[in-house]
């Protein structure tokens, strides 16, 4: 890794970040019953896991597609991250 590039740290909070701000951006915090991101870089390889327990109501996002949306900002994020 050169000196250049993100701490393994800076790429896991970046990621995180970027998926509790789309859990955020589509519920009230309040509405949110139980949600877990949980980001791992290790020899160059991104994982990220999103998990959301948040109310099915027809007036709300769909928790299934906001955990996916929510991962692919993660990643979306890191590769911003990393200029790419």
């Not at 993100?6 to 589509?26: K, L, R």
């Not at 991104?46 to 998990?51: A, F, Q, R």
């Not at 996002?61 to 906001?66: F, G, L, M």
């Amino acid at each position: 890794m050169s000196t250049d590039e993100p701490s393994d740290e800076t790429v896991v909070q970046t990621a995180s970040d970027a998926a509790e701000g789309v859990i955020f951006s589509q519920y009230k915090q309040s509405d949110v019953r139980d949600y877990d991101v949980t980001v791992v870089f290790e020899d160059g390889v991104l994982e990220v896991d999103v998990y959301l327990n948040a109310p099915e109501d027809e007036d709300e996002a769909d928790p299934e597609q906001v955990a996916d949306d929510a991962a692919l900002a993660a990643r979306h994020a890191v590769d911003e991250l990393f200029g790419e």
